[in-house]
């Protein structure tokens, strides 16, 4: 068991330029744009044409990086692309062979092959499965192909046919007006038809236990990824077993966009993405805007930790003890629990939150749908037994509150989440232990939003301060 590298930290940023959608495209087209005219880069007259063909296609640049077409609004890209030929009459087969093809190689090759079988061990004929998995996926990455695709063709095509020739007004203007046709359409589409992100509590969380404690510890098991009608089918016994002596939450639903980064940060801060600034996998200036649950904890005279993989530290900075992601998937969770096992050894947190990520990685290498993926998650479930077994051995589950959940679910594609696709949206979640009302189910509405009000009242502190999720009341005994 390693801990992330600081190579591996940086890695990870770097990889998130060209995993994230809203990066990648810009970083995709310059790309493309170089190789297209590599033989006349040191051209001065070159550069007198490329110059202002790059400033009238920056617009929609800008526009691809603002919206992201998620889902159903991708057909609004195809229908810009339609147009910009119907308008200028002018492909450059070159720009589009080229983008193709570097794209493919990309996607399929590098990132879903090549990437995943050194890190995860994955087979070396990935991409007979992974081709297809490109041109479904609907999350808000670079492997998006119905979304990353036309936005690049038509920037291409605008800089291509600018370049063509001399900039003269007419062009120019043309390229201008057709690019606020498109900033027009992109707001109107999204204002009109984007209307499946998830509603957030506004005010303060206001449940404060002034009492006495409900739990000695708290300990979050959070299966990364873990799709919650796959969780209904995977033969889980233990995790069953400890479910029905505690509550389960059949709707508990994860925020926008529900990216890694983004739902542990909501989770463990009760705040939405616009608030504790955290909005993607790819975090531009690290840290939180809001008080975390762990800042809490530290203020009352306790302490949290959080186990997981290189990602986490750009919310959560030194309260995480990371674990390198470069591992077989076989192995990666075996790694995160002793590592969870020694920070329980070596600090004795209050707070232990343990991230999982085999099923995670198994949606993305191999896809949601197929039988390796339920597998995973009943593996998970052995997992996590010895892992209790083993706590309860060494007596830290004593007066302790155990929560199982998913950050997000994975969606069709490469274990799709961002966009909340099908699959995505909706979460495992139960609790059982002290302070834990045993043997029933809740319907109602919850959020991922609530663990960190929640924890706070099983542990008896205030909630963070930026905190506006509820504390889930109907889980826990009255003491009063």
């Known amino acids: 068991m390693k801990a992330a590298s600081g190579f591996e930290i940086l890695a990870a940023r770097m990889w998130n330029v060209l995993n994230e959608g809203k990066s990648f495209h810009p970083v995709f087209v310059a790309g493309i744009f170089v190789l297209l005219h590599l033989g006349e880069v040191f051209s001065a007259g070159f550069w007198g044409r490329a110059l202002p063909a790059i400033l009238l296609a920056a617009p929609l640049v800008v526009l691809f990086v603002r919206y992201d077409f998620p889902l159903k609004l991708r057909w609004a890209l195809w229908t810009f692309l339609a147009a910009f030929l119907l308008v200028f009459r002018f492909v450059d087969w070159g720009a589009l062979a080229l983008a193709l093809g570097l794209y493919v190689f990309f996607t399929v090759f590098f990132w879903g092959t090549f990437y995943y079988h050194l890190r995860t061990g994955a087979p070396k004929t990935n991409f007979l499965r992974f081709w297809k998995l490109v041109l479904e996926n609907p999350d808000s990455t670079s492997g998006n192909f119905l979304e990353q695709v036309p936005k690049a063709l038509i920037v291409l095509f605008a800089l291509e ?78 995790l069953e077993k400890m479910m029905a002596g505690g509550t389960v939450y059949e709707s508990v639903e994860t925020v926008y966009p529900a990216r890694t980064v983004v739902c542990f940060s909501s989770m463990l801060t009760g705040a939405a993405p616009e608030k504790h600034g955290i909005t993607s996998n790819l975090v531009l200036k690290l840290g939180l805007k809001v008080e975390s649950i762990f800042d809490v904890l530290r203020r009352s005279g306790k302490k949290g930790r959080l186990v997981g993989i290189a990602h986490l530290i750009d919310a959560f900075g030194d309260d995480v003890a990371s674990v390198t992601s470069v591992a077989h998937n076989d192995k990666i969770d ?21 991230q999982l990520l085999a099923v995670d990685q198994n949606g993305h290498v191999r896809g949601t749908r197929y039988p390796e993926y339920v597998e995973r998650i009943e593996i998970t479930d052995n997992l996590i037994e010895g892992f209790m077994r083993w706590c309860e051995e060494e007596g830290y589950l004593e007066d302790a509150a155990v929560v199982l959940m998913a950050d997000h679910g994975q969606g069709i594609g490469i274990g799709a989440h961002g966009h909340l696709s099908e699959g995505e949206r909706f979460v495992p979640f139960a609790m059982w232990g002290s302070g834990v009302r045993a043997g029933q189910t809740v319907t109602e509405p919850a959020s991922v939003m609530d663990l960190a009000p929640t924890i706070c009242y099983l542990l008896g502190v205030e909630p963070p301060e ?15």
């Open 466 to 480: 930026g905190s506006t999720g509820r504390v889930l009341e109907d889980a826990l005994e009255d003491r009063g």
């Open 334 to 354: 075996v790694n995160l629990i002793a590592a969870g096992r020694r920070e329980l050894e070596e600090h004795d947190p209050d707070l232990l939150v343990l």
């Open 161 to 238: 046919y600018l370049v063509a020739a001399p900039v003269t007004v007419g062009r120019a203007l043309a390229v201008l007006a057709f690019a606020a046709a498109v900033g027009v359409a992109a707001w109107w589409v999204h204002r009109r038809f984007f209307d499946w992100k998830p509603a957030y509590p506004a005010g303060r969380t206001r449940t404060v236990n002034r009492g006495e404690a409900l739990a000695k510890r708290v300990i979050v098991v959070v299966i990364d990824g873990c799709r919650l009608d796959r969780f209904h089918e995977a033969e889980k016994p233990y």
